[in-house]
């Protein structure tokens, strides 16, 4: 943590979309409030209150106990009441919100130590000392390889060690799970988040690359630098069906959308408990297993502290100790593992669901891996944009006259975003459509297309009626005409109102989409404002797995850089 | 009520440890230590978590007599309070006895609260007293740090020593602790569990495969604290200078500034595991990372005996069994309790800090001591009865008596040890 300037890109990096389980849900954008704990019903001037920012990864958990602890009107030695105002959003999210003050946080708990780190760093340059000083850690879950059973199996699961190099001898194979008698299971495909804002996708990079490096520690920027290391990289990432900001958007598509969707995703330990609990999941069509790399693996380990600002007082710190206490007592630290957590209070024994009935191995891991220094994490990093799986987009916008004024200036301002955030080998098609759809660019790389894609964004204006249907089945045709097996190809749909002027219906398009799944096109669709047919647009972004979202002028701009955390 | 109390606070300032290298001696029986971690143990600033887990009752008030319960708290100013600085190797003991004590008649007129601080940190906020948290008891890991404390008393308050009445409350040396698994293969490979065998495993060319065929286990990991925040991290520096030299006593400067002990230093501690990227600042937050992540963490600690012991049925519920080694050479701890007789302590809270002390030397609040794994200060209580957890835990490799108990080195070889350390940039 020796670079001021490192750590804040690093803080910024991880901060866009927060980490973790940072979304809110499958629709819609990423942020604060849902599962935030209920308001209290004692009089401001009898309680005490704390505000808790908190890595979602744990919301259940926090929003159960944290309502049980709000409702026993437990008091602090001046006989106020203390109510909790628990608050999940991502990691690097709650971060960034209490340094920039946005959040009066009086308490806080990412996902990992990584960012009590960085959140310290950036503070001690901006004011000299610590964002919180001493943390507990409330649960811990491992960071693991989520893999359909019978797939593990194949790979050698539950007979050998298995890692990461097994997972790029798959890679390798042209003809995917073929090689290991399996051609049913048709390609490797592999999801993990972006390591720009996730926790779980940032520590996927550190694994592959300690992996390639045979190291367990001290990695080194030497280390980094070789090509062997890149070329490790650059084949595992080749498997990555997409990228995306939240962990638990993974989990949900995996364990939703089954084997031919994602055969492995790098998760949370807790989240492979959470598969088999059947009221959330009741079809799957396989056990979901965790692979613990035999190279090592990262801790999530949700450390908590009182916040060192001028507004926690020594009520607050007395009322937030009070609560930390409550969270590592037994009964709360049971409740914990009830949610697949392994409890921080070590008088505990570990029981189900912690046991291989529930997919885990509760004796692994063997054996972890080092943190990086700040510099390294940042040449990791700058590695993985060189050799990530690049993205080829068709931007899909519509222009019909529905959209004149306010919506058109924030969709144009929310697509120009977009823009800014792909990278400069990634590549972009635009094709507005009102009454018929037009081509203006097709597979411009953006090294050097970006001013001319964004200039041609800038140059829209609303006219004419709404051939949505035409427009996507004209992007998915270019995409199939154009194959690019070796990029992230994928469809972004934006649109105010239903489709009136197509010549394609509804089931001929989701037909189509459908067809081509295994060429891995997704379509994310957005419905604008009030007049978008969601189930509609639910419907298209489902048949390809992909994600459909809720936009408004206030919001749209979010929404363009959540979708662009796919690529 | 017992309060366990918290607060975040600087790190042991070098001022104060070079200070401190001038005043070790010799105790009880001959010892070395500093207090205990001057990043605080568990509750002191700077670590990354916490020791053991209290479950002391009460606030963290500084005299709110509301509980950590809907019930309606005791009449305040019925009770005579007052507050313990105590280093937090003995938290889960103390707060244990602090339980007791409140059941107790004197309990229920007394009540002391418990407040986590480092011995160098416990001493500041004496000297710089009273505060905002004033202490009335302070309780550090060694009895190291007491003529120090006493000159800058005098310095600041032109007095005699505060310190009006004092006994030791337990003590404990070092230890190697390892899972056991682990450890048996490690013997195979090098029969003895030394300083210098751990060095060659930490830099085994492919860990634990080279050393017995595991590759599964990665590297061999090794953790300390960070000598420059931690009493136990510098004491293995100490240890590991006096088994380099081969001697208990008589560890001179020109010992460590040799070019071979520097360098076989420096390749020490380029092996020592970090998994967090960086040394802990607390031996209680290293031993409970060890417990928390498993064989996955650390293979082997250089730890207290006392925490080793409190941790063993965690470990085994856990992971594995824990297994002790003690360094061939070794030095000890002994927790005094010094009361104090300072201008914000009334006659009535040094009487109740009289009462709490003896409570504490009692013979069942000693033998508990040493269900933590303290071996008490009480001479009367014995330590070789088959309950004795020395006894009971003995197939853990826990032994009564140690080997060789090292001198304290002089102020100038702990300083250059440190610097030298400090050198290495970890």
């Not at chain 1, 290991?180 to 972006?194: A, D, S, V, Y």
């Not at chain 1, 367990?216 to 595992?236: A, H, M, N």
């Given at each position: ?32 409030g849902h ?32 309502e ?40 806080w ?19 000299g ?41 798959l ?10 008698g399996?051609p ?6 592999f ?25 367990t520690s ?20 080749h498997?990555?069906?997409?990228y ?39 079809d ?27 507004w ?21 630290q ?21 046991d ?10 063997k ?12 040449a ?24 004149k ?12 975003a ?6 400069p080998?990634d590549?972009?098609s ?37 051939a ?10 270019h ?5 690019t ?18 010549r ?43 994600k459909?979202y ?18 | ?26 105790g ?19 670590g ?6 209290a ?17 309606s ?16 190797e ?39 007293g ?11 890991a ?18 005699g ?18 899972w ?16 210098r ?8 060319e ?60 420096a ?17 209680g ?28 049925k ?11 080694v003690?360094?061939?050479?070794n ?24 009462e709490?002390?003896?409570?504490l ?15 008490p200060?009480n001479p ?26 090292c ?9 250059n ?10």
């Amino acid at each position: 943590m020796r670079s001021t300037a490192l750590v804040t890109l690093l803080a910024c990096v991880l901060a866009i979309a927060g980490c973790g389980d940072g979304g809110g849900g499958d629709h819609g954008t990423a942020g604060a409030g849902h599962g935030a704990t209920r308001q209290s019903d004692v009089p401001a001037a009898k309680r005490i209150d704390l505000v808790f920012p908190y890595g979602s990864e744990k919301k259940h958990w926090l929003k159960e106990v944290t309502e049980a602890f709000n409702a026993s009107h437990t008091k602090i030695g001046n006989g106020k009441i203390i109510h909790v105002q628990a608050i999940p959003m991502g990691s690097g999210e709650t971060m960034r919100q209490i340094l920039d003050e946005h959040t009066k946080a009086h308490l806080w708990s990412p996902a990992s130590g990584a960012f009590v780190k960085l959140g310290n760093a950036e503070s001690e340059t901006r004011l000299g000392k610590p964002l919180v000083g001493k943390t507990s850690e409330l649960v811990l879950s491992p960071v693991v390889i989520a893999m359909w059973k019978p797939m593990a199996k194949a790979l050698g699961w539950g007979t050998k060690p298995v890692g990461w190099s097994d997972i790029l001898e798959l890679t390798r194979h042209q003809d995917g799970w073929a090689a290991l008698g399996q051609p049913q299971w048709g390609r490797f495909k592999f999801g993990h988040t972006h390591p720009k804002y996730s926790n779980s996708g940032l520590i996927s990079l550190f694994a592959e690359v300690y992996a390639a490096t045979g190291k367990t520690s001290k990695l080194t920027l030497e280390d980094v630098e070789k090509p062997e290391t890149g070329k490790f990289l650059e084949e595992i990432e080749h498997a990555v069906v997409h990228y995306g900001s939240s962990t638990g958007f993974f989990g949900r598509k995996l364990f939703g959308n089954g084997p031919r969707y994602l055969s492995a995703a790098v998760l949370y330990e807790n989240m492979v408990i959470e598969s088999y609990d059947r009221r959330k999941h009741p079809d799957l069509p396989f056990p979901v297993v965790a692979i613990y790399p035999k190279e090592g693996t990262f801790w999530s380990d949700h450390p908590v502290g009182v916040v060192d600002r001028p507004w926690v007082t020594d009520a607050h710190r007395e009322a937030a100790e009070i609560y930390i206490e409550y969270l590592l007592e037994k009964e709360q630290q049971q409740a914990a593992m009830r949610y697949g957590f392994r409890p921080a209070n070590i008088e505990i024994e570990l029981a189900a669901p912690l046991d291989t009935a529930h997919g885990i191995d509760p004796n692994e891991p063997k054996t972890t891996l080092e943190v990086p220094s700040v510099p390294v994490m940042d040449a990791i990093l700058k590695l993985w944009r060189k050799h990530k799986k690049h993205a080829n987009i068709v931007l899909v916008l519509d222009t019909s006259g529905s959209m004149k004024g306010q919506p058109m200036a924030r969709a144009r301002e929310g697509a120009r975003a977009l823009i800014d955030l792909l990278g400069p080998e990634d590549r972009l098609s635009f094709l507005p459509f009102s009454s018929r759809a037009r081509w203006v660019l097709k597979d411009q790389e953006m090294r050097v297309g970006r001013n001319r894609a964004q200039t041609a964004v800038g140059s829209l204006y609303a006219e004419g009626g709404t051939a949505l249907y035409d427009a996507i089945l004209a992007a998915q045709e270019h995409l199939r005409q154009n194959p690019t097996p070796d990029r992230i190809s994928a469809i972004v749909v934006l649109t105010d109102g239903e489709d009136r002027n197509s010549r394609t219906s509804l089931r001929q398009l989701l037909d189509r989409v459908r067809a081509d799944e295994e060429a891995g096109v997704k379509v994310f669709t957005i419905g604008y404002g009030k007049g978008a047919n969601e189930k509609v647009l639910e419907g298209i972004a489902d048949a390809t797995q992909a994600k459909f979202y809720r936009g408004t002028t206030q919001n749209i701009r979010e929404v363009f850089k959540e979708i662009s955390t796919f690529f | 009520m017992a309060i366990p109390e918290r607060k975040g606070g600087g790190a042991g300032k070098l001022v104060f440890f070079t200070l401190l290298v001038l005043v070790v001696g010799i105790g009880y029986l001959v010892y070395s230590q500093f207090g205990p971690d001057g990043g605080g143990d568990g509750n002191g600033n700077g670590g990354n978590g916490s020791g053991p887990q209290a479950t002391g009752p009460g606030t963290a008030g500084s005299g709110g007599p509301a509980g950590h319960s809907t019930g309606s708290p005791p009449p305040a100013g019925e009770r005579v309070e007052f507050r313990i600085a105590y280093g937090t190797e003995k938290r889960l003991w103390l707060e244990w006895a602090a339980r007791e004590f409140e059941k107790t008649a004197a309990g229920r007129r007394i009540r002391p609260i418990l407040y986590g601080r480092g011995s160098v940190e416990g001493a500041q906020d004496v000297v710089n007293g009273p505060g905002d948290k004033p202490i009335h008891v302070w309780s550090p890991a060694s009895s190291a740090y007491r003529d120090v404390f006493e000159t800058e008393w005098k310095i600041r308050h032109g007095a005699g020593s505060p310190i009006l009445r004092s006994d030791n409350l337990a003590l404990t040396p070092m230890v190697f602790v390892g899972w056991k698994q682990r450890l048996d293969a490690y013997r195979a490979k090098y029969p003895q569990v030394d300083f210098r065998s751990v060095a060659e495993a930490m830099h085994a060319e492919s860990g634990w495969d080279t050393i017995a065929g595991k590759p599964e286990w990665g590297h061999f990991k090794f953790g300390h604290t960070d000598p420059s925040k931690s009493n136990s991290g510098l004491l293995a520096l100490v240890l590991m200078a006096y088994d380099y030299a081969g001697k208990e006593r008589g560890l001179e400067v020109r010992d460590i500034m040799t070019a071979e002990f520097q360098q076989w230093l420096a390749r020490f501690e380029r092996g020592v595991a970090r998994p967090g990227g960086s040394l802990t600042h607390s031996t209680g937050t290293l031993m409970k990372e060890m417990i928390l992540r498993g064989p996955s963490q650390y293979d082997v600690l250089m730890v207290y005996e006392n925490l080793a012991i409190d941790y063993l049925k965690a470990a085994r519920t856990r992971w594995d069994e824990l297994v002790v080694v003690y360094p061939e050479r070794n030095m000890w701890n002994e927790h005094p309790f010094y009361i104090l007789d300072v201008p914000w302590s009334s006659e009535k809270q040094r009487a109740a800090a009289g009462e709490f002390l003896d409570f504490l030397m009692s013979e069942p609040i000693q033998r508990q001591a040493l269900q933590h794994g303290f071996r008490p200060g009480n001479p009367m209580v014995p330590v070789k009865f088959d309950e004795s957890p020395f006894v009971r835990y003995a197939k853990h490799g826990l032994k009564i008596d140690l080997p060789r108990v090292c001198e304290a080195p002089k102020a100038e070889v702990l300083q250059n040890l440190l610097a030298s350390f400090q050198r290495l940039g970890r």
